[in-house]
């Protein structure tokens, strides 16, 4: 309890540190990843390319990852954009499916009726396939968050600090209660993060959450 | 009448990549401030017929004019916007209200939302909805209110061409009669170039200037008013079509 006491702002900084570490792999992976599955979608090889695109990146190991990034990127070896790309990578990987599959599921007959109204490409995609495609598109960037959360650890054996500090250094002066409270803290923030996501989708996309949704009748 | 004002199919067919025949060289031609009534059984291209007009469907050969004019020759995103078009299922966007649905095109075409808004509150009087639905989303209206919801919005950006494709499927006999009575009287007050869909050939008679009937097939059996049908029908499928319907109007 003591050491909880003594190093509480230090465990507020580390904390800091893993949300804003976490922050940028999980938006920038979604931006990239989002419309770049919808592009793909669009063509049947391109499609199916896509779950082998998901697999082998995601297949990628992140330690020598973590190791090979400085050379191909020219950073040091201690730079934070190491982490931050590495990160990027996985959250593409984890997202170009389920953004393939959210544009998928969209009712074709929704897509049918706003061609007919006159939608543009541009207007049809920012208007209707988004936020049609939206529910499920957040399901997947929920995951993305946790998993990213998560990763960030990893950036301590390369010495790019989060909650990750604690595990190395409980680890290395055996000192359980340090490695507790790192998982303890780092699950926190993934719930926090998850909290907020879902409050964005809740304001973002009302229709889904009206009373009790009929069936469309069909004519 | 006869010379290309309003909307003219010139021998159009439609064969679809499996190898549905959907349309069969069919020539017809809907004048202009007129309402001509598609009629048919499923599936004999009726739809394939309409979407034809607005581009959603691009015939394998013949042409479709356009007060004149060859549809093919216009950009389809301009051509869409210019046409009212309420189709079969509702069509409504689930992500959007009442009420910025029916201000859809209005809004594409570079009407201030705001604007949009206060006319598709008027439309929706029009059509017969309270205006306490205006903000909800189509999951939360009844099929019939979607379907007025979509004649609706097939007006809000005041089209010359009127395309409605079986609009009044979801409703209740007297519901339905009440709706072909308001599309009457619109009519008789906007005088729009309509083509109506329906399967049915009482409504066609009542709402169509003009009705074309079609064939399993997608030929056209006869075009003609609702008295040359009922007198001088073309054949015996014609004949029974008629038929059916009359028994069905006795029956009710
Ligand atoms: N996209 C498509 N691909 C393949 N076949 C199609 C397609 N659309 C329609 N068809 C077929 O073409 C034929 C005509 O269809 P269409 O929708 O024009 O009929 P309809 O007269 O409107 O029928 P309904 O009264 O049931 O709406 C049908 O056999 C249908 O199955
Ligand atoms: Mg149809």
Known sequence: MNWLILNCAQILHYALQHMLLSVFPILLGTLVAVPLARLANGFRLTRSSIYVASSVLYAIPSLPLLIFLPALLRTKILNPVNIEVALTIYAIAIMLTSASHAFLSIDPSVIHAADAMGFGAWKKFFQVELPLAGSQLLAGIRVVSVSTISLVTVGSLIGVNSLGFFFLEGYQRDFPLEIWVGIAATALIALLFDQILAICGRVLMPWNHRRVTRERSAA | ?252
């Open chain 2, 1 to 252: 009448m006869e010379h290309g004002l309003g909307i003219a199919w010139k021998s159009v067919s439609k064969t679809y990549n499996d190898g549905t025949v959907a349309v069969n060289n069919v020539s017809v031609t809907a004048d202009e401030h007129r309402t001509l009534a598609l009629v048919g059984s499923s599936g004999s291209g009726k739809t394939t017929l309409l979407q034809m007009v607005n581009r959603m469907v691009t015939p394998n050969s013949g042409t479709v004019l356009i007060q004149g004019q060859d549809n093919q020759g216009m950009n389809p995103v301009t051509l869409r916007r210019s046409i009212g078009y309420v189709l079969q299922n509702g069509g409504l966007l689930p992500n959007k209200t009442v009420l910025d649905n029916i201000a859809t095109v209005p809004v594409l075409q570079g009407t201030r939302r705001k604007d949009a808004r206060v006319h598709a509150l008027e439309l929706l009087d029009e059509v017969g909805l309270e205006k306490s639905i205006q903000n909800r989303y189509p999951s939360e209206l009844s099929g019939g209110q979607q379907q007025r919801v979509g004649v609706a919005r097939a007006l809000a950006a005041n089209p010359e061409i009127l395309l409605m494709d079986e609009p009044f499927a979801a409703v209740d006999p007297i519901v339905r009669r009440n709706l072909q009575d308001e599309l009457l009287r619109l009519q008789s007050e906007i005088g729009k170039t309509i083509v109506f869909v329906t399967h049915d050939i009482d409504e066609a008679f009542y709402l169509g200037d003009k009705v074309a009937l079609l064939r399993p097939g997608g030929t056209l059996a006869q075009v003609g008013t609702a008295r040359e049908l009922i007198d001088h029908p073309a054949d015996s499928f014609v004949a029974s079509f008629i038929n059916a319907g009359c028994l069905r109007s006795e029956l009710q």
